[in-house]
């Protein structure tokens, strides 16, 4: 490519094919613009319409450059890769020089990312506990040893430094098979599962090319991962003469902690989580089947009904297992009373 950074702009970059470019517009773009942008976030300026090909926008990645293609891109400010504190309340559960455990309420994300990359937990704890975070998990996730959904709330617990990191980090990958590590959560389920206890073996990969987005998966297929999730239904709501129910109150415990696990396991047999846009939507509709009381309140609750409410672990400098749990917060409290007052 010839003159390839020509500034059209404080932050706008114009770029010539050279005679021998070829390939996917994305790919050559990532790959003029070096280490400054990834493929990912050259995707999503294109995604954007930040990016114009010989005048023109650019209406997707998958087009093909040509020699002598004209592309201009407008640059994004660049992101402070390092997060900033931030005096963003937390609900501390235990802290020592080890670590720290909090109660994560919902709508907080654990770590900076794209689009999220103020406001998260890891800036609320870099406030909180300044320089004794541990640097082992990056510059983005310091201390972060497992993670929850932005709206999952519940227990975490979070090193402050490098040997509990380790320990702790340890002990999550072992998923307690040799240790006390517990990790028990709380779901309001459409429906009831055909077993009241049982347990889903059901391996888990990305669901096409969504990042995030997962789904069952063979186990001899190549992004197939081991996952294992043990259920009981504690509570069941509308309950009707065949045994079947509006709703359901389901622990569950993880052999095994994969993204979005809980989620897509009881989805997978028949019983998504209340509140769940990515794997329940069409379970939408259910709640026209409630009384008005239930209805009005699940129609209220715009997440899923998880929560995280019992985390169990070896502390990594006395050894003494360690038990926390946090109450059910109080926007999934109301549906939980509204599905029992039936």
Wanted: glycine residues 8%; aromatic residues 4%.
């Amino acid at each position: 490519m010839t003159d390839p950074f020509n500034e059209a702009a404080a932050a706008r970059k114009e770029l010539i094919a050279e005679d021998d470019a070829s390939g996917r517009i994305d790919a050559w773009l990532t790959a003029a613009l070096g280490a400054e942008f990834s493929r990912n976030r050259v995707k999503a300026l294109i995604e954007q319409g930040a990016v114009q090909l010989n005048g023109a926008p650019l209406d997707s990645p998958n087009r093909k450059i040509k020699p002598g293609d004209t592309v201009v891109i407008d640059l994004p400010e660049p992101e402070d890769p390092q997060p900033k504190g931030e005096d963003i309340p937390l609900e501390v559960l235990y802290e020592d020089k080890d670590l720290i455990v909090i109660a994560k309420p919902p709508g907080l994300v654990v770590h900076p990312g794209a689009g999220n990359w103020n406001g998260t937990l890891v800036n609320a704890l870099i406030y909180h506990c300044g320089d004794s975070l541990s640097g082992i998990g990056g510059v983005k996730r310091p201390g972060i040893v497992h993670r929850l959904d932005k709206d999952t709330s519940g227990v975490m617990v979070v090193a402050k430094n490098d040997i509990a990191h380790r320990h702790l980090a340890d002990q999550f990958a072992d998923h307690g098979r040799t240790g006390p590590l517990e990790r028990a959560y709380r779901a309001v389920v459409w429906g009831r599962p055909r077993s009241l206890a049982g347990t889903i073996d059901a391996a888990l990969g990305r669901s096409g090319a969504d990042r995030t987005k997962r789904t069952v998966k063979r186990e001899d297929t190549d992004d197939a991962r081991e996952a294992i999730t043990h259920y009981t239904v504690l509570e069941r709501y509308g309950e009707k003469p065949d045994a079947t129910c509006l709703a359901s109150l389901v622990e569950c415990r993880l052999e095994t902690g994969r993204t979005h696990q809980i989620r897509v396991h009881m989805a997978h047999i028949g019983n998504p989580l209340v509140g769940d846009q990515e794997y329940g939507a069409a379970f939408k509709t259910k709640a026209n089947l409630l009384p008005e009381d239930a209805k009005r309140a699940v129609n209220k609750f715009h997440r899923q009904a998880l929560h995280a409410y019992l985390l169990a672990f070896e502390h990594p400098t006395t050894g003494k297992t360690m038990r926390f749990e946090a109450p059910i917060p109080a926007d999934l409290q109301k549906v939980i009373d509204a599905l029992k007052g039936m």
